[in-house]
């Protein structure tokens, strides 16, 4: 059986708050995620999605674990 930070790791994306100030409003136009304000920020979604939150990121700079 799949270890649960496997399946964790394909639907989330965890951040810094600060991170997120200036492409936020962009990532909730674009895909369809749900951002949990915490400290750290998760960004939430299916796999497929996460998977272009992920490149949407790296191409604004901001650095993903």
Same mark, same amino acid.
């Given at each position: 059986? %799949? #270890? %649960? $930070?496997t399946? $964790? #790791?394909?639907? /989330? @994306? =965890?951040?810094? /708050?600060?991170?997120? &100030?200036?492409?936020r409003?962009?990532? &909730?136009?674009?895909?369809? =995620?749900? @951002? @949990?304000?915490?400290?750290?920020a998760? @960004?939430v979604?299916?796999? =497929?999605?996460i998977?272009?939150?992920? %490149?949407?990121?790296v $191409? $604004? ?5």
């Amino acid at each position: 059986m %799949a #270890d %649960a $930070r496997t399946y $964790r #790791d394909s639907t /989330q @994306i =965890v951040l810094p /708050q600060a991170s997120l &100030e200036t492409v936020r409003t962009e990532l &909730e136009t674009e895909f369809t =995620v749900t @951002i @949990i304000e915490s400290e750290p920020a998760k @960004i939430v979604g299916s796999p =497929v999605e996460i998977k272009s939150v992920n %490149a949407f990121l790296v $191409r $604004r700079g901001v650095s993903t674990p």
